[in-house]
């Protein structure tokens, strides 16, 4: 669409101030109809553009027909019959119909939703929020709010309860979702009192130039016409060009700094039923020491983490632990040291574990030796889990580094497993480490905070182990589960270092051998808010390749088999899984898009998506191929026992089109006959069923290259009957092949 600035409220025609005399029909044609209102009544309500369409009320045998309201042109002038304020209407609603096509989509918000969030606003906050709001009309000031702040400083929060409290009651609320390759104008939706709220935050994709503010100034002239609002949250790093600044209708500010995180907390607790361990944890010093100077994002994750402690030891504080170290019984925990330690960043602990080289281990010298390093990374993952099971975690990262060297102590020269016995045993080198070893000897290493921090911090400080560390994790995995912790861990560490150079590393250890727990791993990826986009972007460019594609058809299932979740994500995994069938030719692959599809058509929402593939793959507009899967995977739905495409098919689906594509073609011919052969079967019991489904088929099955498919579902047809005992075999044979083609082609021989 273009971007040339476009008023809908103003109106340069003039109403003429007669024309009684006026000839009424003109040379426009068919032209004059399309500008005729559907309703003749002046005062008629007004039309949405998202709303259903009005029909023409009925007129009553006795009314008097009103003179319709024409749109005539001569020339130049132009001249309106009935009140230019109807054309007007009437065009700004065509317009805002057409910038529909191609928008940015977005997430109705609820404002009551938002109004209960907890929220806190600190004195820098207050005063950024002063900035934006004008006190004498409680608006924002201008329709188009800039708040650049850096990542994970809670500026999308900021901007969504400011707009939940500054606009009118009947404003719409909405979170877009930033789909493009690069800001423009043109992708932003405007409709009337809407407030919409854009996150601005991929490196790449979401570089904002003066340019776009200069085509944002006139957006804002807009939305000020249709009483709406845009506010953008704009990561510093995107923010980088000297010319960005105020335009007419936009007001920038910035937001330097996180809310205080402690109160943060206990909001959050408060807001989840937790007042009184709110309450617990100011008096806890080192607990609330340790909250000082975290983000915003930082702080909620923080009070997720206080919840799950108490729940933790609620459930422990009345059971004795049976676990004991070296014939003592274990001291309880308190709920305050469970707390320090789930907050503690643990830090200084770990400069001593991972200090200076350390051949052996002295218990005055807390630094760990290189194969205690790798122990105590095997209990940060597997937290609890019998003996064996650590010890091979442990060898299988020995192995991923690429060194196993001697036991400490050992002689040079003694095989490694000599070497093994020769060393410290398992037991005493897993209490070195902080481990308890349990009476049927299952370790016990209760510290997941302490584990996440052990990962961190190893990866933050060893760059050459990163690779290596997740080469094991990938191996460690038991299956994709969620749950499974070498999969957690990689989550983790995906959602808090999710670069594009992380993305490329573990694609290139995991697409090929793990695609399954590559797409668990990037689950969590594409629905985090601040990677969520480059993990996206990723997918798009491995669906492509063969050795990717099992992974990101796995993970475009599991968003889809999601009812819950949001349509931009739903959309991004149907592209994504149409690119897979578009580009890879491979067997194998396009039969995994097909058995996807046909997992998930009995989904509402993906049975629609799905007629949406085939009426673009109709319309020449998406991958024949990945509309053809659509089509075949729509076959298997049945309504009452009925095939869908056959009793009551979308309207946007030319049935007989699709199945005469498919049988022509050597690729799918093989899957649409066995379907349907299906379709054929459920109708045998029905007999004016089964006449209007072969009525249906025949012209498909008719012209061009269409005898050696058709011969293929006669031969599939044969041994089942109608309802009469006919064949249904010798039935299609007798309407397909012309009586006079029997003795040259007869059905025996052709079939056999």
Same mark, same amino acid.
């Given at each position: 669409?273009?971007?040339v600035?476009?008023?809908?409220?103003?109106?340069?025609?003039?109403?003429?101030?007669?024309?009684?005399?006026?000839?009424?029909?003109?040379?426009?044609?068919?032209?004059?109809?399309?500008?005729?209102?559907?309703?003749?009544?002046?005062?008629?309500?007004?039309?949405?553009?998202?709303?259903?369409?009005?029909?023409?009320?009925?007129?009553?045998?006795?009314?008097?027909?009103?003179?319709?309201?024409v749109?005539?042109?001569?020339?130049?002038?132009?001249?309106?019959?009935?009140?230019?304020?109807?054309?007007?209407?009437?065009?700004?609603?065509?317009?805002?119909?057409?910038?529909?096509?191609?928008?940015?989509?977005?997430?109705?918000?609820?404002?009551?939703?938002?109004?209960?969030?907890?929220?806190?606003?600190?004195?820098?906050?207050?005063?950024?929020?002063?900035?934006?709001?004008?006190?004498?009309?409680?608006?924002?000031?201008?329709?188009?709010?800039?708040?650049?702040?850096?990542?994970s400083?809670?500026?999308?929060?900021?901007?969504l309860r400011?707009?939940?409290?500054?606009?009118?009651?009947n404003?719409?609320?909405?979170?877009?979702d930033?789909?493009?390759?690069?800001?423009?104008?043109?992708?932003?939706?405007?409709?009337?009192?809407?407030?919409?709220?854009?996150?601005?935050?991929?490196?790449?994709n979401?570089?904002?130039?003066?340019?776009?503010?200069?085509?944002?100034?006139?957006?804002?002239?807009?939305?000020?016409?249709?009483?709406s609002?845009?506010?953008?949250?704009?990561?510093?790093?995107?923010?980088?060009?000297?010319?960005?600044?105020?335009?007419?209708?936009?007001?920038?500010?910035?937001?330097?700094e996180?809310?205080?995180?402690?109160?943060?907390?206990?909001?959050? !607790?408060? &807001? $989840?039923?937790?007042?009184? +361990?709110?309450?617990?944890? #100011?008096?806890? *010093?080192? /607990?609330? =020491?340790?909250?000082?100077?975290?983000?915003?994002?930082?702080?909620?994750?923080?009070?997720h983490?206080?919840?799950?402690?108490?729940?933790?030891?609620?459930?422990t504080?009345s059971?004795?632990?049976?676990?004991?170290?070296?014939?003592?019984?274990?001291?309880?925990?308190?709920?305050?040291?469970?707390?320090?330690?789930?907050?503690?960043?643990?830090?200084?602990?770990?400069?001593?574990?991972?200090?200076?080289?350390?051949? !052996?281990? &002295? $218990?005055?010298?807390?630094s +760990?030796?290189v194969?205690? #390093?790798?122990? *105590?990374? /095997?209990? =940060?993952?597997?937290?609890?889990?019998?003996?064996p099971?650590?010890?091979?975690?442990?060898?299988a990262?020995l192995?991923?580094?690429?060194?196993?060297?001697?036991?400490?102590?050992?002689?040079?020269?003694?095989?490694?497993?000599?070497?093994?016995?020769?060393?410290?045993?398992?037991?005493?080198?897993?209490q070195?480490?902080?481990?308890?070893?349990?009476?049927?000897?299952?370790?016990?290493?209760?510290?997941?905070?302490?584990?996440? &921090?052990?990962?961190?911090?190893?990866?933050?400080?060893?760059?050459?182990?990163?690779?290596?560390?997740?080469?094991?994790?990938?191996?460690?995995?038991?299956?994709?589960?969620?749950?499974d912790?070498?999969?957690?861990?990689?989550?983790?560490?995906?959602?808090?270092?999710?670069?594009?150079?992380?993305?490329?590393?573990?694609?290139?250890?995991?697409?090929?051998?793990?695609?399954?727990?590559?797409?668990?791993?990037?689950?969590s990826?594409?629905?985090?808010?601040?990677?969520?986009?480059?993990?996206?972007?990723?997918?798009?460019?491995?669906?492509?390749?063969?050795?990717?594609?099992?992974?990101v058809?796995?993970?475009?299932?599991?968003?889809?088999?999601?009812?819950?979740?949001?349509?931009?994500?739903?959309?991004?995994a149907?592209?994504?899984?149409?690119?897979?069938?578009?580009?890879?030719?491979?067997?194998?692959?396009v039969?995994?898009?097909?058995?996807?599809?046909?997992?998930?058509?009995?989904?509402?929402?993906?049975?629609?998506?799905?007629?949406?593939?085939?009426?673009?793959?109709?319309?020449?507009?998406?991958?024949?191929?990945?509309?053809?899967?659509?089509?075949?995977?729509?076959?298997?739905?049945?309504?009452?026992?009925?095939?869908w495409?056959?009793?009551?098919?979308?309207?946007?689906?030319?049935?007989?089109?699709?199945?005469?594509?498919?049988?022509?073609?050597?690729?799918t011919?093989a899957?649409?006959?066995?379907?349907?052969?299906?379709?054929?079967?459920?109708?045998?019991?029905?007999?004016?069923?089964?006449?209007?489904?072969?009525?249906?088929?025949?012209?498909?099955?008719?012209?061009?290259n269409?005898?050696?498919?058709?011969?293929?579902?006669?031969?599939?047809?044969?041994?089942?009957?109608?309802?009469?005992?006919?064949?249904?075999?010798?039935?299609?044979?007798h309407?397909?092949?012309?009586?006079?083609?029997?003795?040259?082609?007869?059905?025996?021989?052709?079939?056999?």
């Amino acid at each position: 669409m273009s971007d040339v600035p476009f008023d809908p409220t103003r109106s340069d025609a003039t109403p003429p101030t007669g024309g009684d005399g006026e000839n009424p029909s003109n040379s426009a044609g068919s032209w004059l109809q399309r500008w005729r209102p559907s309703s003749s009544s002046p005062d008629r309500p007004e039309v949405h553009p998202d709303g259903p369409s009005l029909s023409p009320a009925p007129l009553s045998p006795d009314a008097v027909p009103t003179t319709p309201r024409v749109h005539e042109t001569y020339g130049a002038a132009t001249n309106v019959y009935g009140g230019a304020d109807v054309v007007a209407n009437v065009i700004e609603q065509l317009i805002l119909e057409t910038r529909k096509r191609d928008l940015l989509e977005g997430v109705e918000q609820s404002r009551e939703r938002l109004l209960n969030q907890p929220f806190i606003r600190s004195a820098h906050w207050n005063a950024v929020w002063e900035q934006i709001i004008n006190p004498a009309t409680s608006r924002p000031r201008q329709p188009v709010i800039v708040i650049v702040a850096p990542r994970s400083c809670g500026s999308t929060t900021l901007a969504l309860r400011l707009l939940a409290e500054h606009t009118s009651d009947n404003t719409t609320v909405v979170k877009l979702d930033a789909d493009w390759k690069t800001p423009a104008k043109g992708r932003l939706p405007l409709e009337k009192t809407h407030a919409y709220q854009l996150d601005l935050k991929h490196p790449e994709n979401d570089q904002v130039s003066a340019d776009f503010l200069n085509a944002l100034s006139e957006h804002a002239t807009h939305l000020r016409g249709c009483r709406s609002y845009l506010a953008l949250t704009v990561a510093q790093d995107v923010w980088n060009d000297h010319r960005l600044s105020d335009r007419d209708g936009i007001q920038v500010v910035r937001l330097r700094e996180a809310p205080d995180a402690q109160e943060v907390v206990e909001a959050h !607790l408060d &807001a $989840h039923g937790y007042s009184q +361990l709110a309450t617990s944890l #100011r008096s806890f *010093l080192k /607990a609330t =020491a340790s909250l000082r100077g975290l983000t915003a994002v930082a702080a909620v994750r923080a009070a997720h983490t206080v919840a799950m402690v108490w729940k933790e030891h609620t459930d422990t504080s009345s059971q004795q632990s049976l676990v004991q170290v070296d014939g003592e019984g274990e001291t309880q925990v308190t709920l305050e040291e469970r707390i320090i330690a789930a907050l503690t960043d643990w830090r200084g602990e770990l400069d001593g574990r991972f200090g200076e080289t350390n051949s !052996l281990y &002295a $218990h005055d010298n807390p630094s +760990l030796t290189v194969q205690d #390093r790798c122990l *105590l990374l /095997a209990l =940060a993952v597997q937290q609890s889990a019998p003996m064996p099971v650590v010890a091979r975690s442990e060898a299988a990262l020995l192995e991923a580094i690429g060194d196993t060297p001697d036991a400490p102590g050992a002689a040079p020269g003694i095989s490694p497993t000599l070497s093994a016995l020769a060393g410290r045993g398992m037991r005493r080198r897993i209490q070195d480490v902080g481990g308890r070893v349990g009476m049927q000897d299952t370790v016990v290493f209760d510290r997941p905070a302490y584990g996440r &921090a052990v990962l961190e911090y190893v990866w933050d400080n060893y760059d050459v182990m990163r690779r290596p560390l997740l080469t094991w994790l990938v191996a460690t995995a038991q299956n994709a589960d969620p749950e499974d912790h070498a999969v957690a861990a990689l989550a983790e560490l995906t959602v808090r270092h999710g670069t594009v150079d992380y993305l490329t590393t573990l694609g290139e250890l995991v697409g090929s051998s793990q695609p399954k727990v590559l797409g668990a791993v990037l689950e969590s990826a594409v629905r985090n808010e601040h990677v969520g986009r480059l993990a996206w972007e990723a997918l798009y460019g491995w669906a492509e390749q063969k050795s990717y594609a099992p992974a990101v058809i796995a993970l475009c299932r599991r968003i889809l088999e999601d009812s819950s979740v949001a349509t931009s994500l739903a959309k991004r995994a149907m592209v994504r899984l149409r690119r897979v069938a578009h580009k890879n030719t491979d067997a194998t692959v396009v039969s995994q898009v097909l058995a996807a599809f046909d997992g998930l058509v009995h989904l509402p929402t993906v049975a629609q998506r799905l007629v949406g593939e085939v009426h673009g793959w109709q319309q020449g507009k998406v991958s024949a191929r990945s509309g053809s899967l659509a089509f075949l995977a729509l076959m298997t739905v049945h309504h009452d026992g009925a095939p869908w495409l056959v009793c009551t098919p979308p309207t946007e689906i030319d049935v007989q089109r699709a199945v005469h594509d498919l049988l022509s073609s050597a690729d799918t011919a093989a899957e649409v006959i066995s379907r349907l052969t299906d379709w054929i079967c459920s109708c045998a019991g029905d007999p004016s069923g089964y006449t209007r489904l072969r009525d249906q088929l025949l012209p498909a099955l008719r012209g061009h290259n269409m005898f050696e498919a058709g011969m293929k579902l006669m031969n599939e047809l044969r041994g089942i009957s109608t309802a009469e005992g006919v064949s249904m075999a010798d039935d299609f044979y007798h309407h397909l092949v012309d009586g006079r083609l029997h003795t040259v082609f007869p059905l025996e021989e052709n079939i056999a």
